[in-house]
T-cell receptor
């Protein structure tokens, strides 16, 4: 089946620094990718929709200047958490749409811890 | 807007016993429905999905789910639970597929005891 990877799987950073998370579709082209956030013992909440070659669409309450999303190619979307704070610590999961078969696949997630 | 309710936060069953996890959705049109499983610290694995057709859907790992439009439900079942089924289970709904995000329920944590 189709594979979506995320890198890194875990990252620890200091408060005030920025961290970039990559989401890659390994064997298909993804015109659309979604970024979700999951707090401990909580559900997944959609943060933004990333479309290749255009600006991301953010959900209400998500700061677009803080969570920068770039979908520069059909196989890669990046989420950059800028000036991270401890409250940004969370599990970030992406999903990617395989336009060839109209399916959607989830990545394994990235655990971000801000100290 | 769509929403999903999973009434049970935590369920404990004995190994070998049957399982039913409840899911109710709110959506005006015909929904696209999903069940995912998440092991601790892991990503999501799709168990099954319903788009149309037969309301009883078979999934992986011996799971099945039944879509009941009259009850706005999509409950997940398994006739005999294995210890390895212990995980978090999420029900999700979408208004379309592929190009739309999913709306997730809060999840049900399944514990399996000997």
């Amino acid at each position: 089946g189709a594979v979506v990877s995320q890198h890194p799987s875990r990252v620890i950073c200091k408060s005030g620094t920025s961290v970039k998370i990559e989401c890659r579709s390994l064997d298909f082209q993804a015109t659309t990718m979604f970024w979700y956030r999951q707090f401990p013992k909580q559900s997944l909440m959609l943060m933004a929709t990333s479309n290749e070659g255009s600006k991301a669409t953010y959900e209400q309450g998500v700061e677009k200047d803080k969570f920068l999303i770039n979908h520069a190619s059909l196989t890669l979307s990046t989420l950059t958490v800028t000036s991270a704070h401890p409250e940004d610590s969370s599990f970030y999961i992406c999903s990617a749409r395989d336009r060839g078969v109209d399916e959607q696949y989830f990545g394994p997630g990235t655990r971000l811890t801000v100290t | 807007a769509q929403s999903v309710t999973q009434p049970d936060i935590h369920i404990t069953v004995s190994e070998g016993a049957s399982l039913e996890l409840r899911c109710n959705y709110s959506y005006g049109a015909t929904p696209y429905l999903f069940w995912y499983v998440q092991s601790p610290g892991q990503g999501l694995q799709l168990l099954l999905k319903y788009f149309s057709g037969d309301t009883l859907v078979q999934g992986i790992k011996g799971f099945e789910a039944e879509f009941k439009r009259s009850q706005s439900s999509f409950n997940l079942r398994k006739p005999s639970v294995h210890w390895s089924d212990a995980a978090e289970y999420f029900c999700a709904v979408a208004s379309a597929w592929g190009n739309t995000p999913l709306v997730f329920g809060k999840g049900t944590r399944l514990s399996v005891i000997a």
